[in-house]
Nanobody, 116 residues
Framework: QVQLVESGGGLVQAGGSLRLSCAVSGFTFSNYDMRWYRQATGKERELVATITSPGGITNYADSVKGRFTISRDHPRNTVYLQMNSLKPEDTAVYYC?????????WGQGTQVTVSS
Protein backbone atom coordinates (compact mmCIF):
# COMPACT_ATOMS: atom_id res chain seq x y z
CA GLN A 1 0.00 0.00 0.00
CA VAL A 2 1.43 3.33 -1.08
CA GLN A 3 1.66 5.92 1.67
CA LEU A 4 3.12 9.43 1.82
CA VAL A 5 2.78 10.91 5.28
CA GLU A 6 3.65 14.57 5.78
CA SER A 7 4.45 16.08 9.15
CA GLY A 8 6.05 19.17 10.61
CA GLY A 9 3.52 21.81 9.72
CA GLY A 10 2.20 24.31 12.21
CA LEU A 11 1.92 27.94 13.18
CA VAL A 12 5.03 30.10 13.10
CA GLN A 13 5.77 33.81 13.18
CA ALA A 14 7.14 35.59 10.15
CA GLY A 15 10.89 35.12 9.94
CA GLY A 16 10.72 31.74 11.62
CA SER A 17 11.53 28.27 10.35
CA LEU A 18 9.83 24.92 9.94
CA ARG A 19 10.98 21.59 8.58
CA LEU A 20 8.45 19.44 6.80
CA SER A 21 8.94 15.70 6.47
CA CYS A 22 7.33 13.21 4.12
CA ALA A 23 7.82 9.56 4.97
CA VAL A 24 6.97 7.21 2.14
CA SER A 25 6.27 3.50 1.89
CA GLY A 26 4.84 1.01 -0.55
CA PHE A 27 7.07 1.88 -3.51
CA THR A 28 10.75 2.10 -4.40
CA PHE A 29 11.67 5.54 -3.11
CA SER A 30 14.96 5.70 -4.99
CA ASN A 31 13.18 5.51 -8.35
CA TYR A 32 11.03 8.55 -7.76
CA ASP A 33 11.50 12.26 -8.22
CA MET A 34 10.04 13.96 -5.17
CA ARG A 35 8.27 17.29 -5.06
CA TRP A 36 6.67 19.62 -2.58
CA TYR A 37 3.62 21.55 -3.69
CA ARG A 38 1.51 24.03 -1.80
CA GLN A 39 -2.00 25.35 -2.09
CA ALA A 40 -3.20 28.49 -0.41
CA THR A 41 -6.89 29.09 0.19
CA GLY A 42 -8.58 30.16 -3.02
CA LYS A 43 -5.48 29.59 -5.14
CA GLU A 44 -4.22 26.87 -7.43
CA ARG A 45 -1.73 24.30 -6.25
CA GLU A 46 1.81 25.39 -7.08
CA LEU A 47 5.10 23.55 -7.31
CA VAL A 48 7.52 24.65 -4.60
CA ALA A 49 10.55 22.36 -4.91
CA THR A 50 11.79 19.27 -6.71
CA ILE A 51 14.56 16.77 -6.05
CA THR A 52 15.40 14.14 -8.63
CA SER A 53 16.51 10.56 -8.24
CA PRO A 54 19.09 9.57 -9.01
CA GLY A 55 21.26 12.61 -8.91
CA GLY A 56 19.56 14.68 -6.25
CA ILE A 57 19.19 17.66 -8.56
CA THR A 58 17.07 20.34 -6.95
CA ASN A 59 14.87 23.06 -8.35
CA TYR A 60 12.80 25.74 -6.65
CA ALA A 61 10.03 28.17 -7.35
CA ASP A 62 11.34 31.73 -7.59
CA SER A 63 9.24 32.69 -4.59
CA VAL A 64 11.16 30.35 -2.26
CA LYS A 65 14.68 30.35 -3.72
CA GLY A 66 17.29 31.03 -1.07
CA ARG A 67 14.82 30.34 1.75
CA PHE A 68 13.69 26.73 1.25
CA THR A 69 15.81 23.61 0.86
CA ILE A 70 14.57 20.22 -0.31
CA SER A 71 16.51 17.09 0.58
CA ARG A 72 15.99 13.35 0.72
CA ASP A 73 17.19 10.55 2.97
CA HIS A 74 17.16 7.27 1.12
CA PRO A 75 17.71 4.92 4.10
CA ARG A 76 14.76 6.58 5.83
CA ASN A 77 12.60 6.85 2.67
CA THR A 78 11.93 10.44 3.61
CA VAL A 79 11.98 13.77 1.84
CA TYR A 80 12.31 17.05 3.70
CA LEU A 81 11.55 20.69 3.10
CA GLN A 82 13.50 23.08 5.29
CA MET A 83 11.73 26.43 5.28
CA ASN A 84 13.54 29.47 6.64
CA SER A 85 12.67 33.17 6.73
CA LEU A 86 9.03 32.32 6.43
CA LYS A 87 6.59 34.93 5.20
CA PRO A 88 2.82 35.23 5.63
CA GLU A 89 2.46 34.49 1.92
CA ASP A 90 3.97 31.05 2.55
CA THR A 91 0.79 30.11 4.38
CA ALA A 92 -0.72 27.09 2.63
CA VAL A 93 -1.31 23.38 2.79
CA TYR A 94 1.91 21.68 1.73
CA TYR A 95 1.74 18.41 -0.18
CA CYS A 96 4.38 15.80 -0.85
CA UNK A 97 4.39 14.22 -4.32
CA UNK A 98 6.23 11.22 -5.78
CA UNK A 99 6.47 10.77 -9.53
CA UNK A 100 8.11 8.16 -11.79
CA UNK A 101 7.00 7.26 -15.28
CA UNK A 102 3.20 6.96 -15.06
CA UNK A 103 3.09 6.63 -11.28
CA UNK A 104 2.06 9.74 -9.39
CA UNK A 105 1.38 9.67 -5.64
CA TRP A 106 0.27 12.36 -3.20
CA GLY A 107 0.30 12.82 0.53
CA GLN A 108 -2.62 14.18 2.52
CA GLY A 109 -1.02 17.57 3.15
CA THR A 110 0.15 19.49 6.18
CA GLN A 111 -0.93 23.01 7.09
CA VAL A 112 1.66 25.76 7.42
CA THR A 113 0.48 29.08 8.81
CA VAL A 114 2.80 32.07 9.06
CA SER A 115 1.59 34.96 11.18
CA SER A 116 2.73 38.52 10.60
Amino acid sequence: QVQLVESGGGLVQAGGSLRLSCAVSGFTFSNYDMRWYRQATGKERELVATITSPGGITNYADSVKGRFTISRDHPRNTVYLQMNSLKPEDTAVYYCNARWRVSNYWGQGTQVTVSS
